[in-house]
């Protein structure tokens, strides 16, 4: 079989009057998923230049949510973007060194456009999915290429812009962008193929959004969570991923409070004989799920009161997880002072149980799951 | 001023993919595991997932009455990224024994229902259009 020639390819389909209409809502899509996504990356930062806001407490589910929803939508558009420009894979070199180097740049800019925007979409999928096939971190590689890919995507667009601009200001049918070759009628019309693929990005959005959206969970089939689980929330970690079974359950179980040398070490019946708070919070996971949950427990502030931290201190939350990228986390500020913020020692009016961080586990407004840290040991202030 | 618009704009994007390119070799270390899946993604899409849709085009062109034509190409469409997307979920690649919570759904099935939902539909319009003794789409 030999390789196809630009010229083989004969569909009016494959026109830049689609490509640039599919590119614009996979531009959009790019652009939200992006932006959410720095929002999530910093959010997960120990370090808060800028504080992160403790209000709305659904602001991460919305934003997470978006990132999971923007992400998939994309891959349908991409693919059908791909499609309307596969017969330029083939194009013949230019002639002439300036031509032919400006078109290696293009095309080289557009192998890195195409590399990383499928290693985006493939990466984030599996993830949201917990499958990991590769070696490397995923929060650093997930992170790096996003930079890679818009500004990617931001050089195309300037490259491109005349193109874009001429066929978003024509009509769709409009055959001035066309290459040479592309005169046969396509099986669809290029309104349906538009149609067709607004359709798959929809249905790509309904068959998993489900996971953030709850009305739409008995819809989405291909959901990576049905939303069920224990006191009706579900599990990212178990306690025997976790490996806390015995320390969590030990009838020494005491939980330290420290400020330097002021520390009190208080067990799960002196914490429920602290005053209890109950609040309504979402727990949201990078993965894109999130669900909501009743949580009763001690204000973390209260807490911090039994050893005089002052407001505004950052803490360290250190689980009793023995390993893990998250075993001990920086509870900012203004997040230990929220009034919402809870060390939660029920889900739903009973027990927390093993799987949701029993005996103790951090709540609070607006943060990401993996920093709502389970099984808490110990809270104190850095040295 | 368009065109010295473009140009800050393109340079804009090599800045920030350059920045994404330094924060990649300075703060990953598995890099040849990464510059594999960035590969793999392209050869993958450009050599084996373009060429296996041309050659179903090609077919169904060949095979299919031509009334089905059009409503087969908005099933592809809809079913072939949707199946895609599918695959961790389908492979259940991530599921742990110790997390019952996690890909709890029965995901064969979901898939089965998109893809019924897809089949009535196209061979509902491809009833309807041959009724018509219409051809085109």
Redesign the interface.
């Known amino acids: 079989m030999r390789i196809?020639d630009e010229a083989d390819f004969r569909s009016r389909l494959r026109s830049a009057a689609v490509t640039a209409r599919v590119g614009l809502w996979l531009g959009i899509c790019f652009g939200v998923c992006f932006l959410t996504g720095l929002v999530s990356h910093y959010a997960q930062n120990a370090a808060h230049p800028v504080p992160f806001p403790t209000s709305p407490a659904w602001g991460y589910r919305v934003t997470q949510g978006l990132h999971v929803v923007t992400g998939?939508a994309a891959?349908?558009l991409l693919?059908?973007k791909?499609?309307t420009v596969?017969p330029r894979?083939f194009r013949r070199p230019e002639r002439g060194w300036r031509n032919l180097l400006l078109d290696v740049l293009e095309r080289g800019s557009v192998?890195?456009l195409?590399?990383?925007a499928?290693?985006m979409l493939?990466?984030g999928?599996?993830n949201?999915?917990?499958?990991?096939?590769?070696?490397?971190?995923f929060r650093?590689?997930h992170?790096?290429?996003?930079?890679?890919?818009?500004?990617?995507?931001?050089?195309?667009?300037?490259?491109k812009?005349p193109v874009v601009r001429g066929a978003l200001g024509s009509d769709v049918d409009d055959a001035a962008l066309d290459r040479p070759a592309a005169t046969e009628p396509?099986?669809?019309?290029r309104r349906?193929?538009l149609?067709?693929?607004w359709?798959?990005a929809g249905?790509?959005v309904v068959?998993?959004a489900g996971i953030a959206v709850p009305p739409l969970r008995r819809v989405s089939?291909?959901?990576?969570?049905?939303g069920?689980?224990?006191q009706g929330v579900?599990?990212?970690?178990?306690a025997?991923?976790a490996r806390v079974t015995a320390s969590a359950t030990r009838s020494d179980y005491r939980l330290v409070v420290a400020n330097g040398d002021r520390q009190v070490a208080l067990s799960r019946p002196d914490l429920l004989a602290l005053p209890q708070s109950t609040r309504e919070l979402p727990i949201a996971c990078v993965e894109g799920w999130s669900a909501g949950g009743t949580w009763t427990g001690v204000r973390v502030r209260d807490l911090l009161d039994l050893v005089d931290v002052p407001a505004g201190t950052d803490v360290l939350v250190t689980s009793l997880q023995e390993s893990g990228p998250f075993t001990t986390t920086v509870l900012h500020g203004n997040f230990a002072d929220d009034d919402r913020t809870l060390l939660a020692l029920a889900l739903d009016g009973e027990p927390l149980s093993l799987?949701h961080g029993f005996p103790a586990r951090v709540i609070a407004p607006d943060r990401p799951g993996v920093l709502q840290t389970k099984w808490v040991a110990r809270i104190e202030v850095p040295a | 001023m368009i065109r010295s618009m473009r140009w800050a704009t393109g340079a804009a994007g090599v800045a920030l993919a350059l920045y994404g390119g330094w924060l990649l070799v300075t703060r990953e270390d598995r890099l040849g595991d990464v510059a594999l899946w960035l590969v793999a993604g392209v050869v993958l899409h450009d050599a084996v997932l373009a060429a296996i849709v041309v050659v179903l085009g090609a077919l169904a062109v060949r095979l299919a009455p031509a009334p089905a034509r059009a409503p087969l190409a908005v099933g592809f469409v809809m079913l072939g990224p949707v199946t895609l997307l599918a695959v961790p979920v389908l492979g259940r690649f991530g599921a742990r024994a110790d997390n019952p919570t996690l890909l709890d759904r029965d995901y064969t099935a979901g898939w089965l229902v998109l893809a019924g939902i897809t089949t009535v539909a196209v061979v509902g319009a491809t009833l309807v259009r041959s009724r018509r003794g219409s051809g085109k789409g």
């Open positions: 196809p998939t891959v349908p693919l059908v791909l499609w596969y894979l192998l890195v195409v590399a990383s499928v290693f493939a990466s999928l599996a949201s999915a917990q499958w990991y096939p590769w070696s490397f971190s650093t590689t992170y790096a290429v996003a930079w890679i890919a818009i500004g990617s995507v931001v050089l195309h667009v300037a490259v812009l396509g099986v669809l019309t349906g193929l149609r067709a693929t359709l798959a249905v790509a068959a998993t089939v291909l959901g990576v969570r049905s069920r689980g224990p579900p599990v990212n970690k178990s025997v991923a799987d």
